[in-house]
Each structure stands twice: as C-alpha cells, then as structure tokens.
C-alpha cells in the first residue's frame, strides 16, 4: 500500500518567494538545478540533485513538511516526513 501524507493540513496559501533562482545559491554564487518551494511559508531552494539541497536544508530548519516542484509543467508536491507524493490542494 502506498504511503500517504498526513500532513496537508500545513500547506498555506503562500506564493514562491522566487520564481527562477535559488536565493541561497544566488547569494553564495552558485548554480542548481531544479527548484522547489515550501508550501508552508513560500521557501524556494534547490533540489537534493544541486550542490547545496536548499530546499531540503529547509525542511530539517523549519520542520515544513511539504514541498511543490517549481519546474515548468510540472505540479507534485512531496512530504519529507512520510516520504510520499501528496495530493495536495492546487497552489495559488
């Protein structure tokens, strides 16, 4: 049986705060290579595949336990905590 989010009830309607970069990276002078975003608090950082995992260093600061992929075409949201894909309301 597959797993199953239990934690859709901390997705808030919040926008990315970036649309194309990965602040941190930016800030440090480095590359990424997909993004995603916190659908708590609009957090956007780099996927686990880039140097700095940004978006997963957040996740293990902030306990925010899911994140949408912010690449074109492209709209599934993932738990950290149960390690599934979530069927989460549309984002804003």
């Given at each position: 049986?597959?797993?199953?989010?239990?934690?859709?009830?901390q997705?808030?309607?919040?926008?990315?705060?970036?649309?194309?970069v990965?602040?941190?990276?930016?800030?440090?002078?480095?590359?990424?290579v997909?993004?995603?975003?916190?659908?708590?608090?609009?957090?956007?950082?780099?996927?686990d595949s880039?140097?700095?995992k940004?978006?997963?260093?957040?996740?293990?600061?902030?306990?925010?336990?899911?994140?949408?992929s912010?690449?074109?075409?492209?709209?599934?949201?993932?738990?950290?905590?149960?390690?599934?894909?979530?069927?989460?309301?549309p984002?804003?």
């Amino acid at each position: 049986m597959a797993k199953r989010c239990t934690h859709i009830d901390q997705i808030r309607p919040v926008e990315p705060e970036a649309q194309d970069v990965c602040p941190e990276c930016v800030a440090l002078g480095d590359s990424w290579v997909h993004l995603r975003w916190c659908r708590t608090c609009g957090h956007v950082g780099c996927c686990d595949s880039s140097k700095n995992k940004h978006a997963t260093k957040h996740f293990h600061n902030t306990h925010h336990p899911i994140i949408q992929s912010l690449e074109p075409g492209e709209d599934w949201n993932w738990c950290y905590v149960d390690q599934a894909i979530v069927n989460a309301p549309p984002a804003v």
